[in-house]
């Protein structure tokens, strides 16, 4: 699952590689192209972030069993 701000980057990064593609303009293009990687890459780091939260609460739910 992604993070709001990941999927908000991706598609304004898709949405500027289409005006740029309809317009020929390149810089807005690989504008586009780095908007939407960023977003693939909040998506990815919000999704370790739960996985070392969800690891972190199994080892203090343990602790506390102990």
Known sequence: ?????????????RA??????????ESL???GKADEL???AKDKLGGL???V???V???KDK????
């Open 1 to 13: 699952m992604g993070s709001a701000e990941g999927k908000f980057d991706k598609a304004k990064g």
């Open 29 to 31: 293009q690989a504008e």
């Open 63 to 66: 602790l506390k069993r102990d």
């Open 53 to 55: 939260e969800d690891a």
């Open 16 to 25: 500027k590689q289409a005006a740029g593609d309809l317009t020929d303009d």
């Open 57 to 59: 609460d199994a080892v």
């Open 38 to 40: 960023g977003g693939k």
């Open 49 to 51: 972030k739960n996985k």
